[in-house]
């Protein structure tokens, strides 16, 4: 499921000496040559926090509000709010606004760096302590990309509980390329996603393939059974967000069939999307499953030559794959997928696959 949505971790704190570094070169007038002159001390009472730095670095490389949020896994109000915190925090501006995005101030350029150390010591720290432990114990932040049974999250849970009973969890919804892109920033420990991973340090392993179909409102069914590409550009879409695999999977329709879709609707969550093809508002490109799982009284139906495949993956930072946590709920998950299977899940690719036209 491509849920962009999801809550930000901001109750993850750090070791709060970390973030005094880039406060302390302020108030010491380390930057002053910059013309930068800081806020007077009770201005400043309010402590920065680990989650306001992450939001300045997704920020600054995103240069959108919208992009960034998806990023965070919160909501663009809040990561506007973070920003304007912090903005308020160290006296200056960090970025300039525009009908074209957000980009980073000279100040704000001159401070990336810093916080962008802080930020990967804090990781760092994290890890090594966890290192150190040994024992199979802390918290996983583990991304979902699809509903529960779809990744078997609660089979899952329920043997890491009996196997690890010292490990706590939390639950994050995002779409796939939000979840690849939290795994490769450290927010996420672990992930499920579909569709290729083109991030080089994410270790990865197929569970199982998904099938795609076209959804269509079942008033439209009749008229749109023609094995015609072309009629597909007769109708409006409603695509999903552009971190979604299914977006994905959608361009590359288009550029194999050289078609223009209408796109009428853009929306963050996969349900919201099918809501609106059971209201006769649109086509979508969904998961089989998620027509024939959830109630729409009949009101979606699946054209039946239009199909093709992705695969549901579950990945992790490779550099992590020893720490005692991240190889727990690595050797659970693949065990739950090969015992359902019979067989050891196996590497292939099916994103390479051309869309299928059944004749």
């Known amino acids: 499921m491509c849920s962009s949505k999801g809550r930000f971790l901001s ?18 007038g380390k930057m002053a040559a910059l013309g930068i002159l800081p806020l007077p001390l009770a201005k400043m009472a309010t402590p920065m926090e680990l989650y306001q730095l992450r939001t300045f670095l997704a920020v600054s490389e995103e240069g959108n509000l919208t992009r960034a949020s998806e990023k965070l896994f919160t909501s663009q109000p809040a990561v506007s709010g973070q920003i304007k915190l912090l903005e308020d925090e160290l006296g200056m501006r960090l970025f300039e606004r525009s009908s074209r995005g957000m980009a980073l101030t000279h100040q704000g350029r001159l401070l990336h760096d810093k916080a962008k150390r802080i930020v990967d010591a804090a990781r760092d720290f994290k890890h090594s302590a966890e290192n150190l432990r040994g024992a199979v114990t802390g918290e996983l932040v583990i991304g979902l990309n ?15 509980a009996a196997d690890y009973p ?13 979840i690849l892109q939290g795994i490769d920033d450290g927010a996420l ?12 340090r994410i270790k990865w392993h197929v569970l199982e393939p998904v099938e795609l179909c076209i959804a269509a409102p079942a008033a439209w069914a009749k008229e749109m059974m023609t094995h015609d590409w072309k009629i597909l550009e007769t109708k409006p ?67 039946p030559h239009f199909r093709t495949s992705f695969n549901l993956c579950f990945g992790y930072l490779e550099e992590n794959a020893s720490e ?17 299977k019979g067989e050891c899940p196996q590497l292939i690719d099916n994103l390479k696959k051309p869309f299928i036209s059944e004749a």
């Not at 699809?146 to 890491?160: D, F, T």
């Not at 420990?189 to 080089?200: D, K, L, Q, Y």
Request: aromatic share 8%; hydrophobic share 40%.
């Open 324 to 340: 005692p946590a991240t190889a727990a709920v690595r050797d659970v998950i693949l065990g739950i997928w090969a015992k359902s």
């Open 189 to 200: 420990s672990v992930g499920f996603f579909e569709g290729p991973c083109e991030h080089p």
């Open 11 to 28: 109750h993850r704190m750090y070791p709060i000496s970390l973030l005094d570094i880039l406060v302390q070169e302020i108030r010491l």
């Open 237 to 303: 879409w409603v695509f999903v967000s552009r971190a979604c695999s299914y977006y994905r999977a959608i361009e590359t329709i288009c550029v194999e069939q050289s078609l223009t879709l209408n796109h009428r609707y853009r929306v963050h969550q996969d349900l919201t999307v099918l809501h609106l093809v059971a209201e006769g508002m649109g086509l979508t490109l969904t998961a089989r499953e998620h027509i024939e799982s959830l109630n729409y009284g009949g009101k979606i139906v699946a054209l």
């Open 166 to 178: 010292y490990l706590s969890y939390d639950l994050i919804n995002g779409s796939s390329g939000t």
């Open 146 to 160: 699809n509903r529960p049974e779809v990744v078997r999250i609660v089979e899952v849970l329920s043997q890491l």
